[in-house]
């Protein structure tokens, strides 16, 4: 009982990195010591889904046996628990202080940059060409959306309902990908306030439709995710890099934080949101460096990806 206990709380505090850009929940889950545990559910868990779309009903019953539920059901309560007490507190901030809160979340991604970049291994002219390219697409693209609403939470103005799919789908890969949350895959794609509303107003429907991208998501790209990190890695990173670099034109605090796209000069307020960003940088690298060394390795572990 005290360890399915203790397991809610190690969700709870997954959860609540994962509803903060910039903030992976497998490197929480990892400095919490159940990482490889955790990988390896999620791993059986693909496997289910995988050999469900394939018809394989044995398949099925022998990887679902394989996940540690004891483990995995606990978390998933946890990360439900943070998501449902947090995202309301993030949810006003970012109404009533915009600037504040883009502050904040610049750090945290500057600070995965800086993470991102340490897990960089072959810095050759093709890497720096990958990542200047993806950064520089990554911003002009960003800028496409200019300001998308008059409602500072609502990135893009009520998206259709199959959106919220794709972008469960899109955001659950930064589960297995180090340096990346899926909340800073959801604010580039301008869908982290839409999704935040959804959850904050009960909308189930729209909940549930962003859970089976995330779920579908997850089935679907680990065979594609374990292909490109294994072959490769680098190449895989230096994208990375490349878009949360391009994505300064979303998360720089002014004129006015994450509804506008524009890029001003420092306005008021200044001082809280540069403090701000430095102790959300100073938080991404310290769990890193708390993360490297319970881990004892500074690559990519691909190891727990399926590959079959």
Partial sequence: MITLFGNVVRGFLMGAADVVPGVSGGTVALVLGIYRRLISSVREGAKVLGCGLKFDFAGMRRAFASV??????????????????????????LENSPV?????????????????????????????????????????????????????????????LWAFFFAGAI??????????SGSFLLVTMGMYGPVLAAVNERDFVTVIVFVLGCVIGLALF???????????????????????????RVLWPWPSGLDSTELGWFTTPVVVPIVLAVIGFVVVVAIDLVSARIAGKDHIDTSYLPVD
């Fill in 68 to 93: 540690e539920w004891t483990l995995i059901a606990p978390l998933l309560i946890g990360i439900l628990l943070a998501v449902a007490a947090l995202s309301g507190v993030i949810e006003h901030l």
């Fill in 171 to 180: 955001a659950i890969c930064a589960m297995i990908l180090p340096g990346i």
């Fill in 222 to 248: 680990s065979q594609l995710l374990h292909w490109a990190l294994v072959e490769h890695e680098a190449t895989v990173m230096a994208g990375l890099i490349g878009l949360m670099v391009g994505s300064v």
């Fill in 100 to 160: 504040e809160m883009a502050g904040l979340f610049f750090g945290l991604v500057a600070g995965s940059v800086v993470v991102a970049w340490g897990l960089l291994e072959i810095r050759d002219l093709r890497r720096w060409t990958v990542l200047v390219v993806v950064a520089i697409i990554t911003f002009v693209v960003l800028g496409l959306r200019g300001g998308t609403s008059d409602d500072t939470v609502s990135q893009i103005d009520d998206p259709v």
